[in-house]
Each structure stands twice: as C-alpha cells, then as structure tokens.
C-alpha cells in the first residue's frame, strides 16, 4: 500500500475510478493520502439499496441516502466522470432530486449511465401476469446526450426513436418495460453501433427479431421476457458470438454466419416436460450450434433426451467449456450423458449444483431416471472426452450426496488428461448436512485411485 500512495494523485484517481464504487469508498480507510480521492472517481453508483431496507424504517433510511447522494453532488469538482448509476424505488416521491441528478451526470458528460427504478419486492420470476406500471419517462434532455456508450433503464419510459441521437451507443440494457417486436426493429436500425443488447424482465415480448443489414450486436440476452404463447426469438446477426436465454422453451430460428461462440440456455419457468419438450429443445441445440462454450440447465437435462436422438447430439458439438445447472436428481442421469457424448472436445466442465423443478409421471414416479451407481461406477461408458480431453472440472454447492459423489469418482477414475479437480462445498445447514460433513464426504476422493498422475484435487 505504501508503493501505491507514491503514485501521482491523477494515477491514483485512475485506479479508484476503475473499482466499484462501493469499494472506491472503502479505500479511504486505507491511509491519509487516501481519505478523500475516492469523492473524486469517475465511476459514481447512487444505489438506495446500500441504505434501504425493506422494513419499518425505510423512509428515514431513503432520507439518509438522498442526503448523502445530494452532499456528493454539491462537493464533487471534477469536470468529467465516465459512469453514473442511479438505482431508487418511487421516484416520483422524489422527482425534482432524480432530476437533479440526471442534471449532474449530464453536465459531466457521462459515457455510461444507468437508471434503475424497480422495486426490489418485484417476483423476479414472472413480471408479466401483473406487470408493475413504469414511474417515471425519460427527460428529453438524456436524448440529446450524443456521447452515451452504454445506457441501462429500468423500470422507464422511453421514446425509442429519439435513440438516434446516440450516435456512439453501444450497449443498451432494458428492464421491467414493455417491449414489443417492433422496439427491437426500431433500435437496431436508430442505434448502428449496438454491440450488445440486454432484455430482462420485459412483457408483450412475444418475439424479439435481431435481424438487419451489418448489424454489430455480438451479444443478445433474453432473460424472463414474458409474452403469450411460445415466444420466438428470430437472428441474422453475422458478428453475434453470445447469446443468453432464460424463461420458457422458446422456438428459435438463428443464423448467425460467423457462428455462435457461447450459448447459455435456461427454461427454469417451464412447466411442462414432454417429448415435444424434447424436440424443441434438440432442435435449438442444433439452431444454436454454440462453438466453444454452452451452459444448460436442469430442464434440458429432463428432457433433451425426450428428443429425436436420446444418445447425443448429431452431428456432435464442437463445445469445449460446458456448464451444467443441475439438482443431481436422478431424472438429470441421462441428460449428463447425454452433454458427454455429444462434447468429444470437451475440456472445462463445470457443475453447478442448484435446486429445480423436478418433473414426475401422473403417478408421482420419477421417469427417465437412471441408478448413478450403476451409471458411473457399476457400468460406466468412458467418454471420448474423458479419456483425451476433459482437463479441468469445478464442482459447485456440493452437498455430499450419493449422485454427486459418484459422478466426481468416475471422472477421478477415468480421467487419463485431467489436471485439475475443484470441489466447492456448500455453505447451506438443513437436516442432511452441514459444510463440516460435506467436505469429510468430498475428502473421500483422495482415496480413489487416479487415472491421471497429473490430477490435482481441491476441497474449498
């Protein structure tokens, strides 16, 4: 720390800036020289959430925030800051201080600006059955604002024609608005730089269409957009290399030329799990085809293997980081297989270990589910993968149960490649266990005998 505070006072303002702004202000404990740089940072973050909380005594603790974020603004004496976030529930209890702070990062000719104000009681889950009014529209001098590279807007209004007056905007994330087929059209064709475009919590989005003449957009997010019916997601974006999509099974239609790199799938809204499920789905996965690196979640491992090829993929991908969001449920066996046999370039797996929705018969019994011990320890098929690829393995929130257990011991046990085994216990107490127990469980794995002599095991 006493190398860092002879650095020039600009350089200092430079590191600062880069921090969040949280940790920009605890770094006025660290030393005199340090104990007033960080009211000079040009990354400012005013989050009610830092001094709210949802209970009796909220009104008091918004008073202290809108003070301490008023006091800021009269003190501050830079002439540029590069970001300004703005994150407050009931503006319109207190319009003329949003106002002014909207006035401060304007004037600072801000780069990167967000606004947020959802509530943070709002389900999380489905915005769309009751979809909470937006609070407050977005002034008409945030249009002229040429010099936005990023803008971020929840729970706002907008006139998404005026976009294109933000020549250099690049990134655009939008929240808990409505957002129509046609909203999508209009942004793409005002706003000719977009690189990526986030959409979270929106409703009536019951197609989002990513197509145009040299569209920039490398990364498309969809995440628990609700519309009625099967929602359809339609891309032509030649330079799109990421792609997240989270809610119900959608139908999907996507050509990307330059070919998807990373895809991240997750239908943990559905409700339903059938062998339609199952086609829909192996018929994304072929749409998506993602070249380097896919997430999935515990309905895809339910019921890819529902679709036309219960064994794998055809033709095979050519994934090589995958990330699996599983409960380890029985019902998720096959599903694992499945991913293994279809990633013969596989070499970063990564299991994350979560609660979901587990899908039974009418008469309550669990289908499509596999004994683990026999599947991995029993009777294991050795993967391509595992035998010449698989280096690198990270297990999440692990708990010590038996399915877990055996699917880390097969990996141990057949891994000839493998270097590296990270073992992540979980923090949760209930009545099965408790960290103490799950990492004694996890210990066991030192005892096995280790297809490579290069693996090395850790228990966090």
Known sequence: ?????????????????????????????????????????????FNEHFFANVDARREIQRQVFID????????YQEDNIDKFSLTFSHPRNSQIFVENCLKFSLARHVKHLGLDFSEPTWDLSDPGDNP???????????YSHHVLESLTLSSYNFVVSEFKNFRFLKHVSLAWVEFRASTVKALLVNCGLLESLNLKQCWNTNSVDVCGQDLKLTSLVVDRCMCSGYQRISIEASNLKYLRFAGFVAIFDVNSTGGLEEVDLDFGLASMC??????????LLCEVYPSRALTVCSYTLQAITM???????????????????????????????????????????????????????????????????????????VY?????????????????????????AYLVLHGRVMQKLTVVTSREINNHGNPAVYRSVAEKLYALRRASQHLQITIL
């Open 274 to 283: 059938d062998e339609d499920s199952g086609y829909l789905l192996y018929d």
């Open 307 to 381: 679709g036309p090829e219960p064994i794998g993929m055809e033709p095979r991908l050519s994934v090589t980081n995958l990330t699996l969001k599983t409960a380890m449920h029985y019902n998720e066996q096959k599903g694992i297989k499945f991913f293994l046999t279809s990633c013969p370039l596989l070499e970063t797996l990564t299991i994350d270990i979560r609660r979901g929705t587990i899908f039974l018969h009418e008469d309550e019994a669990p289908f499509h589910a596999l004994n683990p011990f026999d599947v991995w320890i029993e009777n294991p098929i």
């Open 132 to 142: 909470h009014p937006v609070s407050f529209d977005l002034p008409s001098q945030v």
């Open 384 to 408: 391509s993968c595992i035998i010449r690829t698989l280096r690198e393995v990270e297990i999440k929130g692990f708990k010590g149960t038996q399915n877990e257990f055996y699917l880390l």
């Open 1 to 45: 720390m006493d190398r860092l505070s002879t650095l020039p006072e600009p350089l200092l303002l430079i590191i600062i800036s880069l921090l969040p702004f949280k940790e920009a202000v605890r770094t006025c404990v660290l030393s005199t020289s340090w104990r007033h740089l960080w009211r000079s940072t040009a990354n400012i973050e």
């Open 68 to 75: 301490f974020a008023q006091q800021w603004i009269a003190n």
